[in-house]
């Protein structure tokens, strides 16, 4: 079994900067994708970026150029850093983890994007 953690969330005001931080536990060899998705209050989640295990990075067309995803393999962490924040971005972030064809998620993290 894998555990996911994600932490870092909380309020920013827009043009603000947030670290978001997913860690992961337990039978984590084979992990090899990982992606954060978001929920906003009445929608549906909405994929943000993702990476593989060789450093591959994909970003929605939403978030390209203000957020960042990166891999930390020494404490089996990933991070999102997003940067010029806006109100839109308001939604809790997901933390999903893929070994083979099972995917593990985290509890979530709320982020919030006001004035």
């Known amino acids: 079994q894998v555990q996911v953690v994600e932490s870092g969330g909380g309020l920013v005001q827009p043009g603000g900067s947030m670290r978001l931080s997913c860690t992961t536990s337990?039978?984590?060899?084979?992990?090899?994708?990982w992606a954060w998705v978001r929920q906003a209050p009445g929608k549906q989640r909405e994929w943000v970026a993702d990476?593989?295990?060789?450093?591959?990075?994909n970003y929605a067309d939403s978030v390209k150029g203000r957020f960042t995803i990166s891999r930390e393999n020494a404490n089996n962490t990933i991070y999102l850093q997003m940067n010029n924040l806006r109100p839109e971005d308001t939604a809790v972030y997901y933390c999903?983890?893929?070994?083979?064809?099972?995917?593990?998620w985290g509890q979530g993290t709320q982020v919030t994007v006001s004035s």
């Open positions: 999903n983890a893929l070994k083979f064809q099972t995917s593990y």
């Open positions: 337990g039978s984590i060899a084979g992990l090899n994708f």
């Open positions: 990476i593989s295990s060789g450093g591959k990075t």
